[in-house]
């Protein structure tokens, strides 16, 4: 068993005019339990993303717009043994930290994640959890708006997310089950549904299609462009 009460970890949450959610977000980390540290990779925000996060409290970088490379250099900045991948729009309860450090305390466990919820009380975003639940019970893959937690020493063997722009989380989580143990945390996160909201099948239907053309070769630069970044 590994002692991992006292080990520091490093929530990293790549932004770009996130100044609502980052308000949101404070206030849910700071009641985590410690040792933690919040690291913000600012991808160019027009809006008060990094003021706000400052004064937070968090450690804010500017880089690059693109998530993988903007997780791998909040990671660069990061001093802890355990990095949580948080994203701006993912609510963390009460607790989070501490079943992080819980699972980890496995010496088998090498990362996980955590149960999903989206945003939105209709049957569209019931049944888009539903989905989302069982692809994970069925074929072991999660993604990063369930919030991604690993050990360092795990992350920076596989390679890191490798600065992709896209598909990013996909490729590290298939790398990382091929690793070790992975764990889904009973806890809750919910995720903003904003990206389904208004023309929702459209939207399905292109982030399958970006799947089957990362499956079939397309570089993760190429699908970026299809997949553009929300702003609040």
């Not at 999660?142 to 919030?147: E, L, P, Q, R, Y």
């Not at 490729?171 to 389904?196: N, P, Q």
């Amino acid at each position: 068993m590994s002692d991992t009460n006292a080990m520091l970890v490093s929530i990293v949450m790549p932004t770009l005019d996130e100044a609502t959610n980052v308000r949101a977000r404070a206030s849910e980390i700071a009641r985590q339990d410690g040792p933690f540290e919040w690291i913000v990779a600012d991808g160019g925000s027009s809006d008060e993303t990094v003021a706000l996060a400052s004064s937070f409290g968090a450690r804010t970088i500017g880089c690059s717009l693109g998530r993988g490379g903007q997780l791998d250099a909040g990671a660069d900045e990061s001093g802890g043994e355990i990095l949580l991948f948080l994203h701006a729009d993912t609510s963390l309860p009460d607790g989070a930290i501490a079943a992080i450090r819980s699972a980890l305390s496995d010496a088998r466990v090498v990362g996980g994640n955590f149960r999903l919820r989206f945003t939105g009380k209709g049957f569209f975003t019931r049944t888009l959890a539903w989905c989302y639940a069982n692809q994970q019970r069925v074929f072991g893959s999660f993604f990063g708006d369930s919030a991604i937690f690993v050990r360092r020493e795990v992350f920076e063997e596989l390679g890191r997310f490798g600065g992709m722009p896209l598909m990013e989380d996909y490729a590290f989580v298939r790398r990382l089950r091929r690793r070790g143990r992975t764990k889904r945390l009973d806890l809750i996160v919910t995720t903003s549904s904003r990206r389904f909201e208004h023309r929702p099948f459209r939207a399905i239907a292109l982030w399958l299609s970006i799947l089957v053309l990362y499956h079939v070769g397309v570089p993760p630069a190429r699908l970026a462009l299809l997949y553009r970044p929300h702003r609040s």
